[in-house]
């Protein structure tokens, strides 16, 4: 006779599993999730289209010219980005009955909660991985925000103004360094003296400045290239005919080494914009023969203007509408197989993450496997600011 997988196991090791999935993983909170767009015959390598919002501009809007002819209506260009179901991934565990037994009694093993925590990680990390294509910046690499105040995120919450970003669903993301320094702040403790017991006590900062603010532990760091001119991170423009609209220049300068890499921040003289590399170059007898960027140049730059690039930083936080980053998954339907492998998905509001959780009776002992087939892309990037650390 097949074994049989107890239910009550099953819903104990689902509860653990939720208790696990909300521990420092808020980012899938503020991103725009998609399941029931995924594809039932779905598999990884597959691809699901995210729509985003047109951008109507100033020359959509015309006269009303009274005629017995009623003029054409503008076209609306759709646009789109795709998210590759490109991670599958799993980690799983073996119980004895002993543990079993433990399990049932409302304990939790140390490697079940550890087997959560590595593969919801794996999941964070590809997703924040995003970040190098964010080109906006508030704060100074090196420096640790809200150390006395709170500029950074003014700053951040400017440039989404400017980049007309809807006001709603704004959050900021710290990692535990700008948390610390934020909530001793006193513009903060009022907002926590101001909550309910429980902000209070546990130095939630919830919602201030017009974002939702939350931590999450895998904030990460990024490495710039080695580029240097002898004297910093600076280059100059090699082009007389730089257009608005271009997305690659050749640089140069006088002593010019080293390399510069995705997600290499810079700014150019005469020019407000920050824009962000977009692919690894090396310079080579004193020139970047071509140096790709995002977004377009805003302005037609000078020749030998100068550009100055970010150091290497700590992304101390994320300034976001939930626009700017779409994440997919493909849940699997709960089943029971024959045999008794029972099949769970496990869908989580707090943390965001849905996993899939199987259950299979061995041999005097019970594997239990989390899995999740899922994806992500910067689907906005002028909706996100990286806060500098």
């Known amino acids: 006779m097949a074994n049989t997988i107890n239910s009550l196991l099953v819903d104990r090791i689902y509860a653990m599993g939720l208790k696990a999935l909300r521990r420092q993983t808020a980012l899938l909170r503020y991103v725009t999730t998609y399941e029931k767009e995924v594809?039932?015959?779905s598999f990884r390598g597959d691809t699901v289209v995210v729509p985003i919002p047109s951008q109507r501009s100033?020359?959509?809007v015309t006269d009303v010219v009274p005629s017995n002819t009623p003029p054409a209506p503008s076209d609306i260009t759709p646009r789109y980005a795709s998210v590759t179901l490109s991670n599958w991934k799993k980690v799983n565990f073996s119980l004895t009955?002993?543990?079993?037994?433990?399990l049932s009694a409302g304990t939790m093993s140390d490697e079940f909660s550890g087997a959560?925590?590595?593969?919801?990680?794996?999941i964070i990390r590809s997703v924040m991985a995003n970040y190098k294509g964010i080109y906006q910046y508030a704060g100074t690499a090196g420096t640790t925000p809200f150390a006395s105040n709170t500029s950074v995120v003014q700053s951040a919450r400017k440039l989404l103004n400017k980049a007309g970003v809807p006001m709603e669903n704004r959050a900021v993301i710290l990692n535990f360094d700008a948390d610390a320094n934020a909530i001793g702040l006193?513009?903060?403790q009022q907002y926590l003296q101001k909550g309910d017991r429980e902000t209070l006590r546990e130095g939630i900062i919830k919602r201030a400045l017009g974002f939702d603010w939350d931590v999450d532990?895998?904030?990460p760091t990024f490495t710039g290239g080695t580029l240097s001119n002898g004297t910093g991170k600076l280059a100059k423009i090699n082009d007389a005919s730089v257009v608005v609209g271009d997305t690659s220049v050749p640089m140069d300068d006088t002593s010019l080494t080293g390399t510069l890499v995705v997600g290499d921040l810079f700014t150019v003289a005469g020019d407000?914009?920050?824009?962000?590399?977009?692919?690894n170059v090396t310079a080579s007898s004193n020139a970047l023969a071509s140096v790709s960027f995002d977004p377009s140049a805003k302005v037609a730059w000078a020749d030998n203007a100068v550009v100055t690039f970010v150091a290497s930083h700590d992304v101390a936080g994320l300034a976001l509408h939930k626009q700017a980053i779409a994440f997919a998954s493909k849940p699997l339907d709960d089943v029971t197989l024959e045999g008794g492998s029972q099949i769970r998905q496990i869908p989580d509001p707090v943390s965001g993450l849905t996993l899939c959780l199987e259950i299979t009776r061995q041999y005097k002992q019970t594997v239990a496997e989390f899995s999740c087939l899922w994806g992500s892309t910067?689907?906005?990037?002028?909706c996100a600011v990286r806060i500098l650390g």
């Open 39 to 41: 594809m039932d015959n």
């Open 58 to 60: 100033d020359s959509d």
């Open 97 to 102: 009955d002993f543990e079993v037994s433990k």
């Open 116 to 122: 959560i925590d590595v593969l919801s990680g794996n």
């Open 186 to 188: 006193s513009l903060f």
């Open 217 to 219: 532990g895998y904030l």
């Open 272 to 279: 407000t914009q920050q824009y962000t590399v977009t692919a």
């Open 378 to 382: 910067l689907a906005r990037p002028e």
